[in-house]
Each structure stands twice: as structure tokens, then as C-alpha cells.
């Protein structure tokens, strides 16, 4: 009976924490590995390095390929969607980020040392077929 009565609390207790909570204006919605691939494959996309103040142009080949254009320079990689929807991409090495959604724009997001999503990207001009390097 004892052990009932905790478990019980205890749901309660759990069930109260996650109704109070209330979502961020700033918090992203993630997208699932559906959205992403739909939203990168076949496309050139800007983005912008928030850190580094730099524009980059990628083009996501739907074979998985991956051409980025940034200071003048191509460079070939690999790209892939995991069924968590991560986007993975592989030039030296393999670099795993989410993408959410805040309003109408698209960001890549790392992972701090506390479990909390940090804009690093910023998604822009998806546009239709291959632009890099021309």
C-alpha cells in the first residue's frame, strides 16, 4: 500500500512538472527526418555562421553528395538525414546538428554542455538544383 501510495505521488509530481512548463517564443519547433530531407535534398541553400559572420552556399545532391561553396573555395562531402532528423554532414569528419524552426526561419542547432539547443546557423534561399561553384 505504501509503495502504491509513492508511486502515485511521484506520477503526479511528474505530471505537474510537465504541465507547467511553458515553450519559449524562442524555443524551436525540431523538425523530423521527413521535414529535413524534404527541405535540403536537390537544393542549394545559404546559410549564415552566426559566430563567424559568413555566408556558405551548400548544395544537398539527393544521391547524398554534398558540394559547399564558401570564401571562393568547393569543397566535396557527404551528406545524410538520421532517423532522428539530425542532418550529418561528412567533409574531414562527421558533424550531426538538428534543425528546428522559430517563427518563419530555419536554424542548425548545437548541443551545450547543459542539454540546451544554441542557434549556430541560419537557413535561408533554398533554392531548386545545384548553384555551387558556378
Not at 13 to 18: D, I, S
Not at 118 to 126: C, H, L, T, V
Request: with cysteine; glycine share 8%.
Amino acid at each position: 500500500m505504501k509503495t502504491l501510495l509513492m508511486s502515485s505521488l511521484g506520477a503526479i509530481l511528474l505530471a505537474g512538472c510537465t504541465t507547467l512548463a511553458v515553450p519559449s517564443k524562442d524555443a524551436p519547433q525540431l523538425l523530423d527526418a521527413r521535414q529535413v530531407t524534404a527541405a535540403f535534398s536537390g537544393n542549394t541553400v545559404r546559410s549564415y555562421n552566426r559566430s563567424r559572420k559568413i555566408n556558405t552556399y551548400t548544395y544537398y545532391a539527393p544521391d547524398g553528395s554534398v558540394l559547399q561553396e564558401r570564401f571562393w573555395e568547393v569543397r566535396k562531402g557527404r551528406w545524410q538525414v538520421m532517423p532522428d532528423g539530425q542532418i550529418c554532414l561528412v567533409f574531414k569528419k562527421k558533424s550531426c546538428r538538428f534543425i528546428g524552426r522559430v517563427g518563419d526561419k530555419l536554424y542548425k542547432y548545437r548541443r551545450s554542455s547543459t542539454g540546451q539547443l544554441k542557434p549556430i546557423i541560419r537557413y535561408s534561399d533554398f533554392t531548386a538544383g545545384n548553384y555551387v561553384g558556378l
